[in-house]
């Protein structure tokens, strides 16, 4: 982020993410051209095509005009993160345009460290499970990795992100007024160039919720047993 | 206009496939499962399934292109599983689809999965030669480790009905539980197959169900499994209580004997009672030895023409739903919206969604 100098990319920057509600946002030359945001936390894969088909028609571009791509890989709920990471491989294999993965977290701290963020903040998303997607940054830089956690164990450090909505209590007194609550997708495209480069593996953060059968119980007793495969978020 | 150059994408289970038809020819059929991954769990779990599908689609999609020896550019329409299936499954594929389409400016066809398991038998041809028409009306069944099923149907583009279907277990599902018990790998139905061919099938007589005459009434072409993986159950367990060797051969044999008569025998019942004097069979299941050799005699004795697509085309597969989507361009019925969703319980009727 601001330890690099900012590169300025030519031409068309779509950014994508879903890692909360569907974004989709345009950057040219890396400035912020559009940004849209659309539907709630079950609709990506209805979503997110169609607004990115009217972001690029709004500012009168077609795919082929884009210079690359970026999508947020989260951390997130998993199905809406898929839909996202799918969306912005095909579109790069059938556009031939560099497909780039940025942190979601990461494209929330470049929001808030753009208008002057604290030396250390935390950006905190929505895990469930009464538990925290978050990261620590330091002078807009991020520390370590991003974790899951429960909310009581966040730093008590200046917070923003969709989180802080999630935990009012806990986390809107450690947000100063002007701090972000949420990705904008026509930021991430204009600060793609600056963030980390962290692939297009999704952030899942968790294994998935499957074990391998126990004993299995007698069947001679009438009591059946039923393997619990995991479900997505 | 020559016959349409279609892209479908098939991620509903544990198959990410992708592939390319023109019209009736098969370009490209690429398929990367997950299967092993799901092993050690006994059953499909649906989170691993679709973390593989994203890692596979990219890829499957590049090897499909270069396999049919196409560029993108030139696809007329793109089809892909709406449903049913899993729905972190199905939403991959269907995020591929639309982008693909709209990328290319092309229309999207969301189809539904058990309609292009009886569509394929289109593609299995010699290639060049022209394929063969699907009887009107046909009589599918469609056995996998997802689904049982029999279909009428009338017109692969619009006229299915489901005849009967699984109350409980599918036929694979049954195969995957009594393979566990018989401390055999997953999946169950090519080991069991395997483990069958030493056994004695009249060795132990395991129910077959929905046959006694009350449920003959309510469910005459219905199936349920969940009684004969009980039943099997309980017979090897009292075995091992009475400090006896379970004779793994013998119950394969049995259990598969009971899967394969309860299955052939409703088939061939639903086409004598509809009417209907062509079968055809798909699904992973379709590969079955015992199951293909007593559905091939049964429809023989009762005059009913059965066609089996070869197994490749048989389990989920890219190329099913492209041959769909060309038999559905060619009837020049409307496309889907790039607003569709998934539908993890899409009623077979529904062969194209709409928004
Ligand atoms: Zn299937």
Redesign the interface.
């Given at each position: 982020m601001s330890a690099h100098p900012p590169t300025r990319p030519i031409g068309w920057t779509l950014a994508v993410d879903t890692s909360t509600v569907v974004t989709a946002g345009l950057a040219r030359d890396g400035r912020t051209v559009a940004s849209e945001q659309a539907g709630d936390n079950h609709?990506?894969?209805?979503?997110?095509?169609?607004t990115?088909?009217a972001v690029l028609a709004d500012a009168g571009i077609g795919?082929a005009d884009l210079a690359a791509i970026g999508v947020g890989v989260g951390p997130g709920p998993?199905?809406g993160l898929?839909?996202?990471?799918?969306?912005a491989?095909?579109?790069?294999?059938?556009?031939g345009v560099p497909v780039i993965g940025v942190c979601s977290l990461d494209a929330i701290a470049a929001q808030w460290a753009a208008r002057g963020a604290p030396a250390e903040f935390i950006i905190a998303s929505d895990a469930r499970r009464r538990e925290l997607y978050w990261a620590a940054y330091r002078d807009g830089r991020r520390v370590g990795q991003p974790r899951v956690s429960a909310p009581a164990v966040l730093p008590e450090l200046p917070t923003a992100g969709p989180g802080v909505r999630v935990y009012p209590d806990l986390l809107a007194p450690r947000r100063p007024g002007d701090a972000p609550l949420g990705l904008d997708a026509g930021l991430l495209a204009a600060h793609l160039h600056e963030l980390p480069d962290v692939g297009l593996?999704?952030l899942?953060l968790r294994t998935?919720?499957?074990?391998?059968?126990t004993a299995?119980k007698?069947?001679?007793t009438g009591r059946?047993h039923r393997?619990r495969?995991?479900?997505?978020q | 206009m020559s016959e349409p150059l279609v892209l479908g994408i098939e991620s509903s289970c544990d198959e990410t496939s992708v592939g390319i038809v023109r019209g009736e020819q098969l370009l490209a059929n690429e398929v990367a499962s997950s299967m092993e991954l799901h092993a050690?769990?006994?059953?499909?779990?649906?989170?691993?399934a679709?973390?593989a599908?994203?890692?596979a689609?990219?890829p499957a999609?590049?090897r499909a292109v270069a396999a049919a020896d196409v560029d993108?550019s030139e696809l007329d329409a793109v089809a892909v599983t709406a449903g049913p299936g899993l729905?972190?499954s199905l939403?991959?594929?269907?995020?591929?689809a639309?982008?693909?389409a709209?990328?290319?400016g092309r229309p999207l066809y969301g189809l539904n999965h058990l309609v292009g398991h009886v569509a394929v038998d289109l593609l299995d041809h010699p290639a060049g030669e022209p394929a063969r028409p699907l009887a009107r009306p046909t009589l599918a069944l469609l056995v996998s480790g997802g689904h049982t099923q029999l279909l009428r149907v009338g017109n692969i583009t619009g006229d299915v009905v489901e005849v009967g279907t699984t109350i409980d277990d599918a036929a694979g599902e049954a195969y995957d539980k009594v393979a566990?018990?018989l401390g055999l790998p997953y999946p169950g139905g090519p080991v069991i197959d395997e483990a069958a061919r030493g056994g004695d099938p009249t060795a132990i007589r395991f129910p077959r169900g929905l046959t006694a005459p009350h449920d003959m009434a309510r469910h005459r072409f219905d199936y349920s499994f969940s009684g004969l993986k009980?039943a099997v159950?309980?017979w090897v367990?009292?075995r091992r209580?009475d400090g006896l060797d379970v004779p793994v051969a013998d119950v394969a044999a049995s259990f598969q004997e009971a899967v394969a008569d309860v299955i052939t025998a409703k088939a061939v019942d639903a086409a004598r009672h509809h009417g209907i004097t062509d079968m055809i069979i798909g699904g992973g299941v379709a590969a079955n030895s015992r199951l293909r050799t007593l559905l091939a005699e049964r429809t023989a004795t009762a005059g009913v023409v059965l066609r089996r697509p070869r197994p490749g085309l048989c389990t989920d597969n890219g190329a099913m739903i492209a041959v769909l989507g060309a038999q559905i361009v060619e009837a020049g019925l409307e496309p889907s919206g790039?607003?569709?969703?998934?539908d993890s319980g899409l009623p077979v009727g529904t062969v194209v969604v709409r928004d």
């Open positions: 609709s990506h894969v209805e979503l997110l095509v169609p990115i088909q795919w998993f199905t898929r839909v996202g990471v799918a969306t491989v095909t579109a790069g294999i059938a556009a593996e999704p899942y998935p919720d499957a074990a391998p059968p299995r007698s069947a001679l059946r393997l495969p995991g479900t997505a | 050690r769990f006994g059953g499909v779990v649906p989170e691993v679709s973390r599908h994203l890692e689609i990219g999609l590049r993108l729905m972190g939403v991959v594929g269907l995020a591929a639309k982008t693909l709209a990328v290319l566990r018990l009980t159950a309980r367990e009292t209580l790039l607003g569709i969703g998934a």
